[in-house]
T-cell receptor, first 109, second 115 residues
Framework: GQNIDQPTEMTATEGAIVQINCTYQTSGFNGLFWYQQHAGEAPTFLSYNVLDGLEEKGRFSSFLSRSKGYSYLLLKELQMKDSASYLCAVYDSNYQLIWGAGTKLIIKP | DAMVIQNPRYQVTQFGKPVTLSCSQTLNHNVMYWYQQKSSQAPKLLFHYYDKDFNNEADTPDNFQSRRPNTSFCFLDIRSPGLGDAAMYLC??????????????FGPGTRLTVL
């Protein structure tokens, strides 16, 4: 079966850095997405990785290692508004989007 | 601004009473998706349209139907809602399928309550 694993919940302090990990086992790979979802709202696109390495976009960076089936989302200079769930999703060989259950990030002052 | 719109944002229905959720898009995307998401769970794809071609997921119950009368609109019909159908229903669009760099754009969702 296809599977995406993320920690269920993480806590971090305002101004700090946090890394949210995602591991995947899918039938093929055609790219990995990170979405942010605030409580009761729709997911919004954060990043897309299809090649190995780090993609940086402002305070957010996303890393991919295809050989390890592994990605992480790095959030710097955390703000209270970053409190949300972060969902990892992978396109498999048929371009079906396989979703993780998300990591709930709690930011404390 | 180009966007995905869902109406209503909150819907309350009674057990067994049919309900229709609507989605519209101004992005002119070919593909429209319907997802069901329950609390703290991953979004679950129910079906998607590529243009007028309907693609049903194998495990989507027959209780769920969909219509796409034109490029801009897509509807989710729940014929006989059960208590287990209470969830957030998300509509999403993408330009294409079967290609990389193909992010999905989501509407704000409709939260369905079944009494």
């Amino acid at each position: 079966g296809q599977n995406i694993d993320q920690p269920t919940e993480m806590t971090a302090t305002e101004g700090a850095i946090v890394q949210i990990n995602c591991t995947y086992q899918t039938s093929g790979f055609n790219g990995l997405f990170w979405y942010q979802q605030h409580a009761g709202e729709a997911p919004t696109f954060l990043s897309y990785n299809v090649l190995d390495g780090l993609e940086e976009k402002g305070r957010f960076s996303s890393f991919l290692s295809r050989s390890k089936g592994y990605s992480y989302l790095l959030l710097k200079e955390l703000q209270m508004k970053d409190s949300a769930s972060y969902l990892c999703a992978v396109y498999d060989s048929n371009y079906q989007l396989i979703w993780g259950a998300g990591t709930k990030l709690i930011i404390k002052p | 601004d180009a966007m995905v719109i869902q109406n209503p944002r909150y819907q309350v229905t009674q057990f067994g009473k049919p309900v229709t959720l609507s989605c519209s898009q101004t992005l002119n995307h070919n593909v429209m998706y319907w997802y069901q998401q329950k609390s703290s769970q991953a979004p679950k794809l129910l079906f998607h349209y590529y243009d007028k071609d309907f693609n049903n997921e194998a495990d989507t119950p027959d209780n769920f139907q969909s219509r796409r009368p034109n490029t801009s609109f897509c509807f989710l019909d729940i014929r006989s809602p059960g208590l287990g159908d209470a969830a957030m229903y998300l509509c999403a669009t993408s330009r294409e399928t079967g290609s990389p760099y193909n992010e999905q754009f989501f509407g704000p969702g409709t939260r369905l309550t079944v009494l």
